[in-house]
């Protein structure tokens, strides 16, 4: 794997396409969801998305042993090194997965306050054609960010809505 150019979006949203196997990861995802539907709670649905939030199961993706999980991992971490201002505070990182079938998409949401200083992102597997939609604090406008297979999104938390 090579190191690919990072795209910075308004010095608040960074983007990266990595180089994953998206076969041996997609696959993952759909394992991981097959075991967390059999071994954990129902899944909740909204009924306005039909969204299959994973997260609303109790599992951290990357403490399961599916192929390319341990390499996402590791891609996340280098790109996250590679934009971050400080050089001295820890960072965790927190994960899920979420499923979506053509069409259906996350309410807007937030993370974070700002005073945590903590970053959000996603991976994308298997999203195209969609996009992401961004209202940054410090702008009027939505800012829409392409979903592309293998690419890292990653941005503040910093009042930003997606």
């Excluded at 969801?33 to 994973?54: A, H, I, M, Q, T």
């Excluded at 971050?84 to 807007?108: A, D, K, P």
Aim: proline share 4%; aromatic share 16%; net charge negative.
């Amino acid at each position: 794997m090579h190191d690919m150019e990072i795209t910075n979006i308004d010095d608040y949203l960074y983007t990266k396409k990595i180089n994953l196997d998206l076969d041996e990861i997609k696959k993952s995802c759909q394992e991981l969801e097959s075991y967390s539907v059999k071994n954990f709670r129902p899944l909740e649905r909204d009924p306005n998305y039909g969204n299959r939030n994973l997260y609303s199961v109790k599992y951290i993706l990357f403490a399961f042993p599916y192929p390319q999980f341990h390499e996402l991992y590791d891609e996340i971490k280098k790109f996250f090194y590679a934009i971050r201002e400080e050089t001295s505070e820890q960072y965790y990182i927190e994960s899920w997965l979420n499923v979506y079938e053509f069409g259906q998409f996350n309410e807007w949401h937030r993370h974070w306050l700002p005073q945590t200083r903590s970053w959000h992102g996603i991976y994308c597997v298997d999203t195209e054609p969609s996009h992401t939609s961004y209202r940054l604090p410090h702008r009027n406008d939505i800012i829409d960010v392409q979903s592309e297979n293998n690419k890292l999104i990653i941005g503040r938390n910093n009042d930003d809505i997606h």
